[in-house]
């Protein structure tokens, strides 16, 4: 079945420095990666949408500037967290689909979980 | 605004019962649901869907009812096993390609012996 993987599953980092989060699909290209963060004991809220070679569609109050996603490859997408703060402490994943896929499901990442000190 | 909503954080259910759990949602733009299964620090696994055209659908151990009308629907798993403990997100979205999915806020479901 079509696996998605994350990297770094868990990272702790001082506030101020930016953390780069990246989502592989392994065996299928992915065209379209989504990004969730979770909250605990909260719901999976998405953040943005992005589409390889375009640029991602950020949700409503996800500032663009702070959550950089590039989607530069088929298979690979990066968020990378600028200037985190303890407040961006969270739980992100990613996911992916494909065009034609099985009613273009989206197959979710293990997550990364981020603690900004 | 919640659109989709799981309004039992917790449910606890003996080894071999049913357990039933429950999904309202809002926007009568979602024409397409499913359910994840979600283990702590680890990213939803996808479990059974249902279009918007039936009012059941049934794999193994897990089936899905949707009531249209009402706007809800709901996952049985039975026989329920201790595997099953996990959280269970429902989800929606609308028509179209890789649209995007409006997450539940899950159900913690315990399965206890």
């Known amino acids: 079945g079509a696996v998605v993987s994350q990297h770094p599953s868990r990272v702790i980092c001082k506030s101020g420095t930016s953390v780069k989060i990246e989502c592989r699909s392994l065996d299928f290209q992915a065209t379209t990666m989504f990004w969730y963060r979770q909250f605990p004991k909260q719901s999976l809220m998405l953040m943005a949408t992005?589409?390889?070679?375009?640029?991602?569609?950020?949700e409503q109050g996800v500032e663009k500037d702070k959550f950089l996603i590039n989607h530069a490859s088929l298979t690979l997408s990066t968020l990378t967290v600028t200037s985190a703060h303890p407040e961006d402490s969270s739980f992100y994943i990613c996911?992916?689909?494909?065009?034609?896929?099985?009613?273009?499901?989206?197959?979710f990442g293990p997550g990364t979980r981020l603690t900004v000190l | 605004d919640q659109q989709v909503k799981q309004n039992s954080p917790s449910l606890s259910v003996q080894e071999g019962r049913i357990s039933i759990l429950n999904c309202d949602y809002t926007n009568s733009m979602f024409d397409y649901f499913l359910w994840y299964k979600k283990y702590p620090a680890e990213g939803p696994t996808f479990l059974i869907s249902?279009?918007?055209?039936?009012d059941k659908n049934e794999d193994g151990r897990f089936t899905v009812f949707l009531n249209k009308s009402a706007k809800h629907l709901s996952l049985h798993i039975v026989p329920s096993q201790p595997g099953d403990s996990a959280v269970y997100f429902c989800?929606?979205?609308?028509?179209?390609?890789?649209?995007?999915?409006?997450f539940g806020t899950g159900t913690r479901l315990q399965v206890t012996l």
């Open positions: 996911s992916a689909s494909w065009a034609g896929g099985p009613y273009n499901e989206q197959f």
């Open positions: 992005s589409n390889e070679g375009s640029k991602a569609t950020y």
């Open positions: 249902i279009s918007s055209i039936k």
């Open positions: 989800a929606a979205r609308p028509t179209g390609t890789a649209s995007k999915l409006t």
